[in-house]
């Protein structure tokens, strides 16, 4: 069965600093997709990053970079310089490559950034 | 280019009463995937649906709750003598294809308030 797991439910940091929010899965399937996901206090859900599980590169976009291990089943995701605009629950999420495709949601971190 | 359409954004009913959720996929996307946020919570997969055919309904609550995706029109999501329970976030996804693309657009969703 998979399973998605943020343990930090709430982490709260002042502006320009640097955070990382955990994320650790569990699947069968050797084939399978990672997500981050970003919902702001508006609502909608934003994508922000897809890996697939053959390419273990780690990724930068902007302040944002990410951590795929899978030796530990982790995909972390790291916010540098932290903004109060980066203010948002964050959710990873994983789908498996067979079947219907589902995405299953780890149950999400809220980042308060503070000025 | 317009993406994800679900409407309504808002709903509210009194509880016994009906709640119908419409989801208008992105043009050229026939694949269909049901979410639902409750309240401090991540999303959970309900249903999966291509034009006129339900594929995967493992999330969904055995009773009250249908879905449709007719060959004409927007995809439904029906609930039935809703109770307070049922309030929720409902997000709809759409994707191209349901194998071998990863893509999910998420639509704005709809927050359904049972009072």
């Known amino acids: 069965a998979q399973k998605v797991t943020q343990a930090q439910t709430e982490i709260s940091v002042v502006e320009k600093e640097d955070v990382t929010l955990d994320c650790v899965y569990e699947t069968r399937d050797t084939t399978y997709y990672l997500f981050w996901y970003k919902q702001p206090p508006s609502g909608e859900l934003v994508f922000l990053i897809r890996r697939n599980s053959f390419d273990e590169q780690n990724e930068i976009s902007g302040r944002y970079s990410w951590n795929f291990q899978k030796s530990t089943s982790s995909f972390n995701f790291t916010i540098t310089a932290s903004q109060v605009v980066d203010s948002a629950v964050y959710f990873c999420?994983?789908?498996?490559?067979?079947?219907?495709?589902?995405?299953?949601f780890g149950q999400g971190t809220r980042l308060t950034i503070n000025p | 280019n317009a993406g994800v359409m679900q409407n309504p954004r808002h709903l509210v009913r009194r509880r016994g009463q009906e709640a119908r959720l419409r989801c208008s996929p992105m043009?050229?996307?026939?694949?269909v995937y049901w979410y639902r946020q409750l309240p401090e919570e991540g999303l959970k997969f309900m249903v999966y649906l291509q034009k006129e055919n339900i594929i995967d309904e493992s999330g969904m609550p055995k009773e009250r709750f249908s879905a449709e995706f007719p060959k004409e029109g927007p995809s439904i999501l029906r609930i039935q003598q809703v109770v307070r329970g049922d309030s929720a976030a409902y997000f709809c996804a759409t994707s191209s294809t349901g194998v071998g693309v990863h893509e999910q657009y998420f639509g704005p969703g709809t927050r359904l308030t049972v009072t």
């Open positions: 999420a994983l789908s498996e490559d067979q079947g219907a495709q589902k995405l299953v």
């Open positions: 043009k050229g996307h026939s694949h």
